[in-house]
């Protein structure tokens, strides 16, 4: 029959490929969504223990406690160590803003937003690197080496306006949103073939950018 090849219609491959695209697409933006709310958690739950220790004068063993508790009630999640948990307090200490935190820092991963904490104090310079994390799509090693060669400082704090939009596949920022194994245990996904299926969407969506 004209327009077909084998039985399939003229045109099928093309449309089969617009809809691959548009399934990993809208996977990479769950992947996001899932990314967004579980900073807003850390955000949350960092800002509340600062304001029982300011209110209240908890000190510092509650969150030890807190710990203990949190990952009794949530044994599939590994983001309530003592650790983490002083990471969550530090990040609500750096940016007071929930707006902030919403539109910016929760668009790139937890490690993402600990590297930065840990090794920039300036508030004016952590914006700038969480800014440029998303603007350029860097993987957390990109990050800490621009960290690390003073980028900040040599490129001046001007910053163009912060825009949302889906990354690139390709970058390195996108490959760990989605491959990011707090999302995972967030979520509370174990299962690696689970893990794995994700991650072939990913790659499924890099091929069609292409």
């Known amino acids: 029959m004209a327009g077909e090849i084998e039985g399939i219609p003229r045109g099928y491959r093309e449309f089969v490929n617009r809809l691959k695209k548009k399934i990993a697409s ?4 769950a992947a996001i969504a899932v990314n967004e709310e579980l900073i807003l958690l850390y955000w949350n739950l960092g800002t509340q223990i600062k304001s029982h220790q300011t209110d209240e004068g ?8 807190l710990s203990i508790d949190l990952t009794r009630a949530f044994s599939d999640m590994k983001g309530f160590s003592v650790r983490n948990l002083k990471y969550m307090l530090a990040f609500a200490k750096a940016y007071p803003d929930r707006l ?27 914006i700038f690197y ?3 994390t998303i603007e350029n799509g860097w993987s957390r090693d990109i990050l800490t080496h621009q960290i690390e060669i003073g980028l900040h400082g040599r490129a001046g704090s001007a910053l163009t306006n912060f825009i949302r939009t889906l990354p690139d596949p ?12 707090y999302s995972f245990e967030f979520l509370g996904i174990t299962d690696k073939i689970s893990e794995r299926r994700l991650e072939e969407c990913f790659t499924l969506l890099c091929d069609h950018r292409s």
């Open 170 to 181: 390709h970058s390195g920022l996108a490959q760990q949103i989605v491959k990011d194994p």
């Open 58 to 65: 908890w000190g510092s063993k509650v969150i030890d406690r």
């Open 26 to 29: 809208s996977r990479l933006r």
């Open 100 to 126: 902030f935190v919403q539109q910016a820092a929760a668009q790139i991963p937890w490690f993402h937003n600990c590297v930065i904490i840990e090794k920039i104090k300036s508030p004016p310079a952590r």
């Open 130 to 132: 969480v800014k440029k």
